[in-house]
């Protein structure tokens, strides 16, 4: 299971109306939670792929490299995510699409649902079959480690300076990804 740099940069057009930031960079430490603090800190894709970084000529950044992020210690940022599975995972890179984190976003495109979480599975292709997926959002769904996004109600446990935040982590064998859409109201 792999994809082309081609096929990933065409699936991002999912994120042309939210104020991403998606990036990859190396899985390097054991605690995956050290390379996302790196990734916060706009580490290098090891492929050289095209990231979304809508913040990246923001005068905040000469003083926060992190910026929107806020730079929290490791053990602050891993309590604040939760695991949940490969479906969830798709079902969010869908919502986070733009504001609100809802798959009402979907409604926007002039692509079918079918052709948009084609776009969302190549996008998860990159980091293989077996990776992990985390999330600070939380709209627990009927089993442990799924999201139900038909239910009104959620909650997120903000990582930036925004006043809502809301994203996905893919931790693969040797690449670390964050995919995260920003609001503020």
């Keep these: 299971m792999s994809v082309d740099q081609t096929s990933w940069e065409a699936a991002r057009h999912l994120y042309e109306d939210a104020y991403p930031y998606d990036a990859t960079g190396p899985l390097r430490h054991e605690n995956w939670v050290l390379d996302v603090l790196a990734l916060m800190a706009r580490a290098p894709d090891p492929r050289g792929w095209a990231g979304l970084d809508d913040a990246a000529q923001n ?11 806020i730079a929290h210690p490791p053990e602050y940022i891993a309590s604040r995510l939760q695991e949940i599975d490969r479906n969830s995972a798709e ?8 504001d609100g984190c809802t798959l009402s976003n979907l409604s926007r495109f002039a692509e079918s649902e079918a ?15 077996s990776a992990l997926f985390v999330t600070n959002v939380n709209k627990p769904g009927h089993v442990s480690g ?4 038909t239910s ?11 006043s809502e935040d ?16 920003f609001a503020d109201y």
């Excluded at 005068?59 to 992020?69: G, K, N």
């Excluded at 052709?115 to 079959?129: D, F």
């Design 91 to 98: 079902n969010l890179l869908l919502a986070l699409t733009n």
């Design 146 to 149: 799924t999201l139900d996004f």
């Design 166 to 181: 809301y994203g996905l982590v893919v931790v693969s064998d040797t690449e670390v990804g964050m995919f995260w859409n």
């Design 115 to 129: 052709e948009l979480r084609a776009m969302a599975r190549t996008i998860l292709k990159r980091y293989g079959g």
């Design 152 to 162: 009104s109600g959620w909650a997120y446990s903000p990582l930036s300076v925004y």
């Design 59 to 69: 005068p905040e950044r000469e003083a926060s490299p992190t910026y929107p992020f």
